[in-house]
């Protein structure tokens, strides 16, 4: 478990720090209630982006943790995405909510294959 703690703490770290991110953005976008979500649309889709150019990167030492599963893993928020559309979907939204998974979902897989790409 020693071994590991490097690891776990670079994980946790960088997940505060991602979170944080995340609610800046969130609060930085204004967003309608029943609207597009765009917050969260645009920063699952960054999010992916940078996955997508770290994963593309050599692996060194602590860097995938730290930025990929912590940082990245807590600036994106795919449990939001899931809430959001429910939300929209319970409030008669169905145009919405379908542009919205089908958009994050091509957007958030286009944007991992560019981001590898730009970096290879």
């Not at 703490?9 to 960088?14: E, K, N, P």
């Not at 967003?31 to 692996?59: E, K, S, Y």
């Amino acid at each position: 478990m020693r071994e590991q703690a490097p690891a776990v703490l670079a994980v946790a770290a960088g997940g505060v720090i991602g979170a944080l991110a995340r609610h800046g953005v969130s609060l930085a976008v204004d967003v309608p209630r029943d609207g597009f979500p765009w917050a969260t649309f645009g920063i699952n889709v960054l999010g992916c982006l940078l996955i997508g150019a770290l994963m593309a990167l050599p692996a060194k030492g602590l860097r995938r943790p730290l930025l990929g599963t912590g940082v990245l893993g807590g600036f994106t928020t795919f449990s939001g995405y899931t809430v959001e559309t429910e939300h929209l979907l319970a409030g008669g939204h169905f145009v919405i909510a379908g542009l919205y998974v089908l958009g994050t979902l091509f957007a958030a897989l286009g944007a991992v294959v560019l981001g590898a790409r730009l970096v290879r």
